[in-house]
């Protein structure tokens, strides 16, 4: 009966592979968890720029002149008026490049519509859309009795 017993070293080398398996799974899950929050962090920093521009137009907006707004847009944030089928619809587009700078619209990476409409009751109602679901921001501006 010769029975071989294994000896104490091959049970540490065992004990070993398992020790460097277990920290190889936990770096791996690390290293998903860092790249998962750069990715956040990009995202959550376009949605900001996107929400600082689209604070900026409806302040210009609402600083502005009775009337001027359009205009105020046009020389301030270099909207561009779109046209509209309504009478009482204004719609002006900027557009920005991937560092949320002023650029054309052939080479734009991100784009802001910005709708002014005056109700019945002498509200402009304004809505900045940023790109197609990245940022959206509604606001009014009471124009005064006329």
């Given amino acids: 009966m010769n029975r071989t017993r294994s000896s104490k070293s091959e049970v540490f080398l065992l004990e070993f592979i398992f020790v460097v398996l277990f920290f190889a799974i936990c770096a791996a899950v690390f290293a998903m968890a860092f790249v998962k929050s750069d990715s956040l962090t990009e995202s959550n920093s376009i949605k900001n720029r996107a929400m600082i521009q689209a ?16 205009k105020a847009l046009e020389e301030k944030l270099g909207a561009k008026a779109a046209p509209s089928d309504k009478a009482d619809l204004q719609y002006y587009i900027v557009s920005y490049d991937e560092n949320f700078m002023q650029t054309d619209e052939g080479k734009a990476v991100h784009s802001m519509s910005i709708i002014m409409e005056t109700d019945s009751y002498n509200i402009l109602n304004i809505q900045v859309n940023f790109d197609t679901d990245l940022f959206s921001l509604s606001a009014g501006k009471y124009l005064g009795t006329m």
């Avoid at 604070?55 to 359009?70: F, P």
């Fill in 55 to 70: 604070q900026s137009a409806v302040e210009i907006i609402k600083a502005s002149d009775v009337g001027s707004e359009g």
